[in-house]
Every structure is written in C-alpha cells, then in structure tokens.
C-alpha cells in the first residue's frame, strides 16, 4: 500500500511539473506582441524603426559604450548597403539613398521574447499559434549582407502588412532577427 501511494505522488510530482514547465513556455512567447511592433517597423526593447533618419539612428547607436566607456559603434560597407551596428543590433540603409532612412533593422540573439537558440520548430509553433503562416527556406545569395557567412542556415519569413520579418536559423538554433520594407 505504500508502495502504490508513494507511487501515485511521484505520478503527481512529475505531471505537475510538466505542467509548469509548458504553461511558462506558452506564456514567454505569446506575451510580447508581435505584431504590434512589426506594424511600428520595430524590434521590441529598441528606439530604432524603419523609415528612421540615418543620423538619428548613427547618434543612438553611437551612444551605447563598453565598460571602458568608448563606444561600441562600427559600420561597414556591405554590397549595396551601408551596417551600422553596435554590436548587438544592426540598423542598415542603401548607402546611395540615405534619404530614404534605415531599410533594416537586424537584432541578434534574443528577440521578441524568443531566447537566441531557440529551434525553428518551437518558434515556427509559436507564430503559427499567433495566427501567421510561415514561409521556411534556405536563405537567399547576398540576402543576409549583414551577417558573417555561415553554413547551414534557414530563415522563417512572415509577411505583416508590409514589412517582411525574418526569424534566421544558424544550425536549427535562432541566431538573429530582421525586419525590413517588403
């Protein structure tokens, strides 16, 4: 008899933490909306949006430091364009059409309450749970200009009223996002 009590306890221990575990996942990713800041042209927890001034966008990047207190900005050129980062985020514009403002806004790691590492699988459910469909594909010559080239890497593409919003996969683990004008 106290075999099967014992038994049964464990069988309750281990459901219920089952059952936390999944509930605190569901919540994590559902509780940023997406497609509010997709719609501003933004990545949540940044100032920066599409269609900003290029200057602004070099003025904020610039500000942010490293523990010596020099600033982490950089920029590039890169094919067509022009990346300006800060090490942690990306913001990129046509070099010949500065006036037109950031094309690209590239955030690495986590993002969108989705944790850098992330399977494809898990944020492809998500989405899917959200109501969008996802293209999933290999990417595309010259489409990730901002990124070190690396091998075995897909992309989750959704369209949002204009603005293309990529999810890009290094090795099935979630390595970066963009958003940019569709």
């Known amino acids: 008899m106290k075999k099967l009590i014992c038994f049964v306890l464990c069988v309750v221990f281990v459901l219920s933490l089952t059952a936390c575990g999944s509930e605190g996942n569901e919540k994590a990713t559902h509780s940023i909306d997406i497609e509010y800041f997709v719609k501003l042209g933004q990545i949540k927890d940044f100032e920066y949006k599409l269609g900003d001034s290029i200057d602004d966008a070099k003025t904020l990047l610039s ?4 523990d010596h207190g020099e600033s982490n900005y950089f920029d590039y050129p890169a094919g067509d364009y022009t990346v ?27 993002s969108y309450g989705f944790p850098v590492g992330a399977v494809s699988t898990q944020v492809r459910d998500a989405m899917t749970g959200m109501g969008f469909t996802a293209t999933e594909r290999e990417t595309k010559q010259g489409e990730l200009f901002f990124m070190p080239s690396g091998s075995d890497m897909t992309i989750l593409e959704y369209e949002i009223e204009g603005v293309t919003l990529l999810f890009v996969f290094q090795e099935h683990a979630l390595s970066a996002t963009v958003i940019s004008k569709a």
Request: negative net charge; charged residues 25%; glycine residues 10%.
């Open 63 to 66: 500000q942010t430091t490293n």
């Open 84 to 110: 300006m980062s800060d090490g942690e985020i990306c913001v990129c514009y046509k070099t010949d059409d500065q006036a037109s403002g950031v094309t690209h806004i590239v955030k690495y790691g986590d």
